[in-house]
C-alpha cells in the first residue's frame, strides 16, 4: 500500500477486477452523496486528505489546489481524527490503511460524535477492497470508495460530488426489429403497448433510470456492472425540458437520440414516437444509427466537457442539425428549440458559441415582450388612448358646411333628424348641407374620440400592461454549426487559441502530474524555472481520415522520438491519449517560447505529414 | 433731365405751407395720419418705461389647449408638437386634426398619440377647411384657454406663457400674438415683409392695443378664452376666419389684445407672386368679412352697432380702400397739371415718405427688442416705395374683384363645397 500506481487510463474499465467487486456494495453506499445535488456543487470545497504516502498527498493536494479547494494533509489516523474534532471539513479523503488508526475507525468514531452543523463526506482511498469490506466496523460510514490506482477525473469528480461518468464509446446495439416479451417494466404507463420501447436498443427510460434530476441510484448501479450501453433516450411519460435537466447533468448522455412516447416534448425531442406504428420502428434504429456515427467523430474532450455550451455544440453536432426555433405556446418566450434544453438556456449559451465563432444566428422571429416581466405571451388589442379600454366603435365624422360644424356624427342625432348642435338647422341633402369625411374611434367607456385606436398588450402572465410605442423587443435565432465549430467538435481544443484553455491538471497523464509536481517543489525550493508544452495536432482528423489512424500514429511517434532526441538528457517528453507534453527543465518560459520554431522544425523533420502541430508553453504560475 | 429736376426744386420752393398741401394732397391725407398713431404708441410705450426684462407671472387662467389643424404636415406637424412640449408653459393638452390630409400625416398623428406627445388627433379623409378643422378639435377641448398655432411657425419658449397672459383678466376673449419673419433674408420680397411686419404688427398692434383697436388675431397664433368662443358658437366659414372670429368677439362685447411678448415666427412669401396672391386673398377676405358680413358695424341704427367698431372700419374705408382708390387719380392728376415735372413731385413726395417710414421702423425696431432689425435698416427706403405704391394697386384691384366679382368664392383656401353654400 501507500504507492502510486502511474495510469494514464480514463475508464474504469483500465481498474484492476478486485475495484469492479466493490461497485455494488460502494453504491449502496452512497445515500450521504445523494443529498448533494449534481450540478450545483459549489467549488471551493474544504478537504481534508489523510494519506501516508509523499507522492500521493503532492499528488492530490496539487490536483484539488488547482481546482480551488483548501486542503489539509495529515499522515496518519490519529491525527485525522484530531483534525476532525478541532475543524468542519466537507470532505476527507482517507486511506483505508494508515499508521496508528485505520481509515474505517476514524470515519465510525467521527461519526459517532458528530454533532457538526455541516454534513461530512467520507471517501475511501484503497487498492484493498477486501480489506475494507471484511472490516469489523460498519464500512457504510464512508460515502464514496476511490480504488487505486487513482482516476484523477474521477477524484476530482468525487470530491466535487458529480455523478458518474457513464457514456461507453461501444457500438450500438443496432439489430433488426424484434419485440421482446417479458422486459415490459413493472409500472404499467400509457405508453406501454409503445413498440418502440420493446426493441432491443439499449434505452435509458425517463422517468424510470431517474431520480429527480439525477440518474438514479439504481441506474448508476447497473452503469458499474459495465453492462450499460446506450442509444437513446426514451421518454415515457409526459415531460417538459426541464424534467430531463439530468442529461446535461450526466456526462455525454446529450449526444444521445431523445425518443419521445408521449409526445409531449413537441420539438424538444429528436423523434416523436407517439405516431409511429409498428411498421416504421425502423425509424428508431436509423435515428440510433445515424446518432452513433457522428458520435463516433466526436472528440473525447468535447464528449466529457462539463461546459453546458459545448456540450449543446456536441448534441447539435450528433443530431446532424441545426439548432431550431419553432413556436411554442407553452414557452414564456413563445420559442422552443430542437434540443432537450430550457429555451433560455439554450439562448444564454449559444449567443456565446455565436461570439465565438462555433454557431452562427438564422433569424427566426422578432417577439414583443412584458416589459414587467419579460413573457411574449401578449394579448394585442386595439384600445382607447385616454382609458385603455378596447370597448371601442367606430363613428362618422359629420361636416356641416354652412356653419363650419365638423363632430361626431351622435352629436347631430335627434331621432331620424340630424341637427347642427351650432346653427340648430336641419341637415337635409347629403353632399350640398353636409357631408361624412371620414370616421372615428369613439371609447364605450370614457366617451374619448381619437383618429386611430392604439394598440396594446396585456401581458397573460402578469396582466401587466404595455403599450406598443415602448416596444420590448427580443430577436430569436435559429443556430447553425459553423466550419470552426465542427473544426472544434471533431479535433477538441487543438482548434482553439491559447485565451481559451487553461491546463486542467485532472485531465493531464498521471505521469505529467508526477512530473510537474516535482518541478513545481524544485521550483519553489530553488527557484528553478520551468516550461510544460502542451502539444497538439490539429491535422488529426484529416491525417486519420486520409490516411489511416495508424499512418497518424507513426507520424505522432516519429515527431515524439525527433523531439526527444532534439531535448537535452534531462527534459522528458511524455505521450497522452489526445495531447502530448515536453516537460523542460531550468528553462526560462520566454527563452521557450523563442526556441520553439527550431524545435518544431527539427521535430517534423522526415515526418511524412503535416501534423498541424501547435504549441501552448504553460509556465509556474500557470500551475499556482 | 437735371433741368426737370432743378425747375421742380425752384417751383417747390416758390410755394407757401397750403401750396404744397395743395400739390401733396394725397401724402397729407392718406400717409401722414398713419403714422401718427405710431408716434404716439411709442412715445407712450416709452413713458411707460416697462423694464426691458418683463417676469410674466402666469396668473391663474387654467388650463391651456393648444390646437393644431394642418393640411398635408406630415413633415412639420411633429416639430410643431415638439416644439411645444418645449415651451416654459407647456400646453395641458394638445388636440392636433389633420384635415383631410393626402400625405402620411394621419399615420404621424397616431404615432404622436401613441408617443403620449398629443392627447387627440383626429383625421378626416376629406378637406373641411381650416374653419371645420378647428371646429372638430375645439369640440373634444377641455381647457379653459385654447390657443390656434399653425404647423409651419415656430414659438419662442415664452411664446405660451405671454400671449395666455393678459387672459387673466376676465373680460378678455382673445389675444393675438406678436408675428416676426423667420426668413427675412431670403430675398428681397422676404425682406420687404420682414420690414411690414414689425411696423404694422409689432408695432401697429401695439399701437392698436394701447387704443382697444385690436382686429384680427392672427390665424398664426391667437388664444382664445373657451367660453367667450362658445358664445360665439366658435369659427365660422372661412377665409379670413381669423379676422371673421375677431370681429365677432368684440361686437359681442368681449376684449381682444395684442401681446407683443409672445413671439410667433412664419415664413413668408417670398417671391412677387406668390405676395401678390396672399394678398388678394386677405383683402377679399376681409371685404367680404368686414362688408358684407359686419355690415351692421357702421350702421349706427344697428343694436350691435358700437363706436369703437365704427373707428376701425372707417379707418380701414378711408386708408386702406380709398387710399389705394384715390392713388391712381393723384397721379394721373399730377401729370395733366405738371407734365413732366408732375412724375418729379410724386418721387419727392415718397422721398419724404422715406423720411417718415424711417422713423417708424426706428421706432418699430425700439419696440420689438427680440427682432434682428439692423440688417434689414438699409431696405427701409426700398420698402416704402414697395408698399405705398405697388401693394396699394394690389389692394385696389383685390377690392375691385371682390366687390364687382366676388372673387373670393373661387378661392381654393376653402373647398369647394363649402364656398357653394357660404352666405357671405
Avoid at chain 2, 11 to 20: D, E, F, K, N, V
Avoid at chain 2, 380 to 389: Q, R
Wanted: a negative charge.
Amino acid at each position: 500500500l501507500g504507492s502510486v500506481v502511474v495510469s494514464t487510463a480514463r475508464k474504469k474499465s483500465a481498474g484492476p477486477a478486485g475495484t469492479r467487486r466493490s461497485d455494488s456494495k460502494r453504491s449502496a453506499t452512497t445515500p450521504r452523496q445523494d443529498e448533494t445535488p449534481a450540478l450545483l456543487q459549489a467549488p471551493g470545497q474544504k478537504v481534508l486528505v489523510a494519506e501516508d504516502n509523499k507522492v500521493t498527498q503532492d499528488l492530490l493536494k496539487l490536483l484539488l489546489k488547482q481546482r480551488g479547494h483548501e486542503v489539509h494533509i495529515v499522515a496518519n489516523g490519529q491525527d485525522a481524527l484530531k483534525a476532525l474534532e478541532k475543524d468542519e471539513f466537507d470532505v476527507v479523503l482517507m486511506d483505508f490503511h494508515l499508521p496508528k488508526m485505520d481509515g474505517l475507525k476514524v470515519a465510525t468514531a467521527f461519526r459517532a460524535g458528530d454533532t457538526a452543523s455541516r454534513p461530512t463526506r467520507f471517501i475511501a482511498i484503497t487498492a484493498d477492497m477486501e480489506g475494507l469490506l471484511g472490516h469489523v466496523d460498519n464500512c457504510e460510514n464512508f460515502d464514496s470508495v476511490l480504488p487505486k490506482p487513482f482516476d484523477l477525473e474521477r477524484v476530482v469528480e468525487v470530491v466535487e460530488g458529480k455523478p458518474e461518468e457513464i457514456y461507453v464509446p461501444s457500438a450500438p446495439a443496432v439489430t433488426p426489429v424484434q419485440l421482446r416479451s417479458a422486459d415490459a417494466p413493472s409500472g404499467a404507463l400509457k405508453t406501454a403497448d409503445n413498440p418502440i420501447q420493446n426493441l432491443s436498443h439499449e434505452f435509458l427510460r425517463w422517468p424510470d433510470d431517474f431520480d429527480g434530476d439525477r440518474l438514479s441510484a439504481r441506474f448508476l448501479q447497473a452503469m458499474l456492472d459495465d453492462a450499460g450501453r446506450f442509444d437513446a433516450i426514451l421518454v415515457r411519460q409526459p415531460a417538459a425540458a426541464h424534467d430531463l435537466a439530468a442529461i446535461w447533468a450526466t456526462k455525454a448522455l446529450h449526444v444521445l437520440p431523445v425518443i419521445d412516447l408521449t409526445g409531449a416534448l413537441g420539438r424538444h425531442a429528436d423523434l416523436d414516437g407517439s405516431k409511429l406504428s409498428v411498421g416504421e420502428t425502423d425509424t428508431v434504429a436509423t435515428l440510433i444509427n445515424d446518432f452513433h456515427n457522428r458520435r463516433m467523430r466526436l472528440h473525447h474532450d468535447v464528449l466529457f466537457s462539463d461546459d453546458l455550451g459545448v456540450k449543446i455544440l456536441g448534441s447539435a453536432y450528433a443530431a446532424g442539425k441545426a439548432i431550431t426555433p419553432g413556436y411554442d405556446p407553452a414557452q414564456r418566450g413563445l420559442v422552443s428549440y430542437s434540443l432537450v434544453l430550457e429555451t433560455d438556456l439554450v439562448q444564454r449559451e449559444a449567443a456565446k458559441l455565436c461570439d465565438m465563432g462555433y454557431l452562427e444566428r438564422r433569424f427566426f422571429d422578432r417577439f414583443h415582450q412584458c416589459g414587467a416581466c419579460g413573457s411574449s405571451r401578449l394579448h394585442v388589442r386595439e384600445e382607447c388612448s385616454e382609458c385603455r379600454s378596447p370597448g371601442l366603435h367606430e363613428e362618422a365624422y359629420l361636416h356641416h358646411f354652412s356653419c363650419a360644424y365638423q363632430g361626431p356624427d351622435s352629436d347631430f342625432r335627434h331621432g331620424d333628424d340630424l341637427v347642427c348642435p351650432k346653427c340648430r338647422k336641419e341637415l337635409a341633402h347629403f353632399g350640398v348641407d353636409y357631408d361624412k369625411p371620414g370616421s372615428m374611434m369613439k371609447c364605450g367607456a370614457c366617451d374619448h374620440g381619437n383618429t386611430d385606436p392604439l394598440v396594446g398588450f396585456v401581458c397573460l402572465d402578469c396582466e401587466a400592461h404595455a403599450s406598443s410605442d415602448v416596444p420590448v423587443t427580443h430577436d430569436v435565432y435559429g443556430y447553425q454549426l459553423t466550419d470552426r465549430g465542427v473544426g472544434y467538435l471533431e479535433t477538441g481544443r487543438a482548434m482553439l487559441g491559447r485565451q481559451h484553455h487553461a491546463l486542467r491538471l485532472a485531465h493531464l497523464p498521471l505521469e505529467v502530474i508526477v512530473a510537474v509536481n516535482a518541478e513545481l517543489k524544485a521550483y519553489h525550493e530553488d527557484d528553478a524555472p520551468f516550461v510544460v508544452l502542451d502539444i497538439s495536432y490539429g491535422n488529426q482528423r484529416r491525417i486519420e481520415h486520409e490516411h489511416g489512424v495508424r499512418e497518424f500514429e507513426q507520424a505522432r511517434d516519429l515527431f515524439l522520438e525527433n523531439l526527444n532526441n532534439t531535448l537535452r538528457k534531462e527534459d522528458l517528453v511524455i505521450k497522452g491519449i489526445a495531447y502530448d507534453y515536453a516537460i523542460l527543465k531550468s528553462v526560462d518560459p520566454d527563452e521557450a517560447r523563442d526556441g520553439l520554431e527550431y524545435l518544431r522544425g527539427e521535430a517534423t523533420n522526415g515526418v511524412r505529414h503535416d501534423l498541424g502541430v501547435s504549441v501552448q508553453v504553460f509556465t509556474p504560475e500557470d500551475f499556482a | 433731365m437735371s433741368e426737370t429736376l432743378s425747375d421742380a426744386a425752384t417751383y417747390l420752393g416758390a410755394q407757401s405751407l397750403m401750396g404744397l398741401i395743395g400739390l401733396f394732397w394725397f401724402t397729407v391725407i392718406f400717409e401722414v395720419p398713419r403714422y401718427t398713431l405710431s408716434f404716439l404708441s411709442v412715445v407712450v410705450y416709452r413713458l411707460r418705461a416697462r423694464p426691458v426684462i418683463r417676469r410674466r407671472k402666469v396668473e391663474t387662467v387654467g388650463k391651456v389647449t393648444v390646437v393644431v389643424a394642418g393640411y398635408n404636415e406630415e413633415d412639420s406637424v411633429r416639430k410643431c408638437v415638439l416644439s411645444l412640449r418645449e415651451q416654459s408653459l407647456p400646453p395641458d393638452e394638445i388636440i392636433v386634426v389633420s384635415d383631410g390630409s393626402t400625405d402620411n400625416m394621419p399615420r404621424v398623428l397616431t404615432e404622436l398619440l401613441s408617443e403620449g406627445l398629443i392627447d387627440r388627433a383626429h383625421a378626416t379623409d376629406l378637406r373641411a377647411g381650416k374653419s371645420a378643422a378647428v371646429n372638430l378639435a375645439e369640440r373634444w377641448a377641455t381647457g379653459d384657454i385654447i390657443v390656434n398655432v399653425d404647423c409651419d411657425c415656430s414659438y419662442d419658449r415664452h411664446a405660451l406663457r405671454n400671449i395666455v397672459a393678459p387672459l387673466a383678466d376676465p373680460e378678455v376673449a382673445a389675444v393675438s400674438g406678436n408675428i416676426l419673419v423667420r426668413n427675412p433674408h431670403a430675398g428681397l420680397i422676404a425682406t420687404f415683409q420682414a420690414i411690414e411686419y414689425l411696423i404694422s404688427i409689432s408695432l401697429g398692434k401695439q399701437a392698436a392695443d394701447l387704443i382697444d383697436q385690436v382686429v384680427c388675431v392672427s390665424g398664426a397664433f391667437g388664444a382664445f378664452r373657451r367660453t367667450a368662443m362658445a358664445s360665439v358658437n366658435g369659427l365660422d366659414v372661412g377665409g379670413g376666419e381669423d379676422l371673421d372670429l375677431s370681429l365677432k368677439l368684440r361686437k359681442a362685447g368681449w376684449k381682444v389684445r395684442f401681446e407683443d411678448t409672445a413671439i410667433c415666427y412664419t415664413d413668408t412669401p417670398d417671391t412677387l407672386r406668390a405676395l401678390t396672391n396672399q394678398r388678394f386673398r386677405w383683402e377679399r377676405d376681409a371685404v367680404r368679412s368686414r362688408y358684407r358680413k359686419h355690415l351692421d358695424m357702421l350702421n349706427p341704427f344697428s343694436e350691435r352697432f358700437r363706436f369703437a367698431e365704427m373707428v376701425h372700419e372707417i379707418d380701414f374705408i378711408v386708408f386702406q380702400i380709398i387710399g389705394a382708390a384715390i392713388l391712381p387719380v393723384y397721379i394721373v392728376w399730377l401729370v395733366l397739371t405738371y407734365g413732366e415735372l408732375g412724375l418729379v413731385f410724386m418721387l419727392a413726395a415718397q422721398l419724404g415718405l422715406v423720411v417718415f417710414d424711417m422713423t417708424v421702423f426706428a421706432l418699430a425696431a425700439l419696440a420689438t427688442p427680440k427682432a434682428s432689425t439692423l440688417s434689414l435698416i438699409f431696405y427701409v427706403p426700398g420698402y416704402s416705395l414697395f408698399n405705398g405704391i405697388y401693394m396699394r394697386f394690389v389692394r385696389l384691384f383685390a377690392y375691385a374683384q371682390e366687390w364687382i366679382f366676388n372673387a373670393s368664392a373661387d378661392d381654393n383656401y376653402v373647398p369647394e363645397k363649402v364656398r357653394l353654400v357660404r352666405k357671405w
